[in-house]
Nanobody, 121 residues
Framework: QVQLVESGGGLVQAGGSLKLACVYPGRFRTYAMAWFRQAPGKDREFVAAISWSGDRTPYPDPVKGRFTISRKYAENTVYLQMNGLKPEGTSVYSC???????????????WGQGTQITVVS
């Protein structure tokens, strides 16, 4: 059972910031990591990804310029810094892994349980 463990979710006011963390197994150090989010009744949505080397970090337009993904190899951790949060960002945010960067959730085989973020106005 692969374990990806997210933390850092919570309640935040619109315009505020949160930083999520996801700890992954050591063997995923050469994997691409990504964050997706899913709001109730909606499809899972791509948020950010980072290649194993860190040289590729794609973002979708809704979060570009506000969210930053990063990783610390020594800690087997990937982060998602989120600034300027909006109420429509209220979702369960999940960490995921695959060999190479992708923006479509079905291509990712390994997932964490997710962490809830609620943005209130």
């Amino acid at each position: 059972q692969v374990q990806l463990v997210e933390s850092g979710g919570g309640l935040v006011q619109a315009g505020g910031s949160l930083k999520l963390a996801c700890v992954y197994p050591g063997r995923f150090r050469t994997y691409a990591m990504a964050w997706f989010r899913q709001a109730p009744g909606k499809d899972r949505e791509f948020v950010a990804a980072i290649s194993w080397s860190g040289d590729r970090t794609p973002y979708p337009d809704p979060v570009k310029g506000r969210f930053t993904i990063s990783r610390k190899y020594a800690e087997n951790t990937v982060y998602l810094q989120m600034n300027g949060l909006k109420p429509e960002g209220t979702s369960v945010y999940s960490c995921t892994a695959r060999l190479t960067v992708a923006t479509m959730s079905p291509s990712y085989p390994y997932w964490g349980q997710g962490t809830q973020i609620t943005v209130v106005s």
